[in-house]
C-alpha cells in the first residue's frame, strides 16, 4: 500500500478514536485527557496496535499542539494583568512554587536520578492544569465564587513562572557548560523581559497589525506570528511554547477573544494528538514498576495543592468552605507537566521519567475533577454551617 494511504488510513484511525474518546469523557463528566494518554499508550511501542508510519507526522502535530496550547493561554491574560498578579499574589505563589516543586524535586533526587531530572520533574508537579481547572470552575458553577479569582492568580502566577523556567529547563536538559547554560538563560530571560516590555508598551501598535474583521485573515495572521516568534524563541533557546505564549499575552480585549474564539476546535484537534504523541513515546510495560510510585506523588500533591488554596484563599480573607474549593480545583495536572515531561524525555533526561509523568498526570487528571464534584456536598455543608 502507498506510503501516504497508510499515513491518511493512520491518522484517521487515531483522531476517530481520539472522537469517541472525547464523547466517553464527555458523557462520564471527566477531562478527556487521560484517555487521550492512555490511546498513546496503546497506539506505541509496546501498545495493543504500534502505528508504522504516522509516528513522525503525529510528532509535527504535536509541536503544533503545545503552541496552540499555549497561545490560547496566553489570550486569557494581558501584560498589565501579569504584572499585577505578580506584584499582588507574589507570596501566594511562592508558597505554591515551594509546596508543589518541591515533592518532584525530592522524589528525583532520592531516586538517584541526578539534578537535571530533578527539575523537571520538580515543574511535573508544580503547575496545576489550567484547562482543566477552568473546566471544574465552569462545570460546578464555581466561577461566580468569591475564591475564584484567588486560584485564577495563582494560574497567571504559575504560567509567568513557567515563561522562566522553561528555558532554565531547556538549557540544563541540553547539558552546556556552566557559562554557555549562564549565557543561555541570560539571553531566554532577556527575551521573555522584551516581550512583556513590547506588550505593555506596544500592545496595541501589535493589536493593529493583527486585528481583521474577517475571520479568515484573523486566524492566519495570529497563527503566523505565533509560530514565528515560536521559531525565533527556540533559536534564542527560549522553549518555542513560551513564545507562542508570549504572543498571546501581547494581545487583549476583543481581538483576543475572537482569536480564542477560532483558535478553539484548532487548539483541541492539535492538543489531543500532543497528549497521545506523550502517551506514544511511554513504552506500557515500564508503568507497572512506577505506579506505587506515581500514585503516593500524587498524594503528596493533593494535600500540598490543598495547602496552597487554603494558605491563598485565607490571605484573601476567604471562608472555610472557599478554602477548600480553592485548593481542590487547583489538584488537576494535565497540559504543562506533559509538556515538561515531553521535554525531559526528548533530551533523554532518566528513562522512567516519562512513564512516572504519564502516570501521575493520568491520576491527577481523571481524579482532580473527580474530586471537586465529590467534594461539593461536604463544602456546602460546611457553608450552611458557617
Not at 502566577?157 to 538549557?171: H, N
Not at 525565533?232 to 483576543?256: K, N, R, W, Y
Not at 475572537?258 to 502517551?279: I, N, T, W, Y
Not at 506505587?292 to 490571605?315: D, E, F, N, P
Request: proline share 5%; hydrophobic share 60%.
Amino acid at each position: 500500500m502507498h506510503h501516504t494511504a497508510i499515513l491518511f488510513l493512520e491518522f484517521g484511525a487515531v483522531l476517530l478514536g481520539l472522537g469517541v474518546l472525547g464523547a466517553l469523557a464527555l458523557r462520564a463528566g471527566i477531562s478527556p485527557i487521560p484517555l487521550y494518554l492512555i490511546a498513546g499508550l496503546a497506539f506505541g511501542t509496546g501498545g495493543f496496535l504500534p502505528l508504522a508510519t504516522s509516528e513522525e507526522f503525529i510528532a509535527t502535530g504535536a509541536e503544533l499542539g503545545v503552541i496552540l496550547l499555549l497561545l490560547t493561554l496566553g489570550l486569557e491574560y494581558n501584560a498589565d494583568e501579569l504584572v499585577t498578579s505578580l506584584k499582588g499574589n507574589a507570596p501566594a505563589g511562592l508558597v505554591d512554587l515551594v509546596l508543589n516543586a518541591a515533592p518532584g524535586a525530592i522524589c528525583a533526587l532520592l531516586l538517584g536520578w541526578g539534578p537535571v531530572a530533578a527539575v523537571a520533574m520538580a515543574g511535573v508537579t508544580y503547575a496545576t492544569s489550567s484547562g482543566i481547572t477552568a473546566k471544574v470552575l465552569s462545570d460546578l458553577g464555581w466561577i461566580g465564587n468569591r475564591e475564584t479569582p484567588v486560584v485564577l492568580s495563582l494560574l497567571v502566577f504559575e504560567d509567568l513562572t513557567m515563561a522562566v523556567y522553561l528555558p532554565v529547563l531547556t538549557a540544563m536538559l541540553a547539558g552546556v557548560g556552566l557559562a554557555a547554560g549562564a549565557v543561555t538563560v541570560a539571553v531566554a530571560l532577556a527575551t521573555v523581559s522584551v516581550v512583556l516590555l513590547v506588550a505593555l508598551r506596544f500592545g496595541r501598535w501589535i493589536e493593529a497589525f493583527v486585528s481583521s474583521p474577517n475571520s479568515e485573515v484573523l486566524l492566519l495572521k495570529v497563527v503566523g506570528l505565533a509560530l514565528l516568534v515560536a521559531g525565533i524563541a527556540q533559536e534564542l533557546q527560549v522553549s518555542a511554547a513560551v513564545g507562542a505564549f508570549l504572543v498571546g499575552i501581547a494581545l487583549s480585549g476583543e481581538l483576543a477573544e475572537d482569536a480564542q474564539a477560532l483558535l478553539a476546535p484548532l487548539r483541541d484537534l492539535f492538543a489531543a494528538v500532543f497528549f497521545v504523541f506523550f502517551g506514544l513515546q511511554t513504552d506500557p510495560s515500564k508503568i507497572p514498576p512506577v505506579a506505587g510510585l506515581a500514585m503516593a506523588l500524587a498524594l503528596a500533591s493533593i494535600v500540598t495543592k490543598l495547602l496552597t488554596g487554603v494558605i491563598a484563599a485565607r490571605r484573601a480573607g476567604i471562608a472555610k468552605a472557599g478554602r477548600i474549593r480553592a485548593g481542590i480545583a487547583l489538584v488537576p495536572r494535565g497540559e504543562f507537566n506533559i509538556v515538561i515531561a515531553g521535554l525531559a524525555v526528548a533530551a533523554g533526561a532518566h528513562p522512567d521519567l516519562g512513564p512516572l509523568a504519564a502516570t501521575y498526570v493520568l491520576i491527577l487528571a481523571a481524579f482532580g475533577p473527580l474530586a471537586a464534584r465529590l467534594v461539593q456536598p461536604l463544602v456546602e455543608a460546611i457553608a450552611k454551617r458557617a
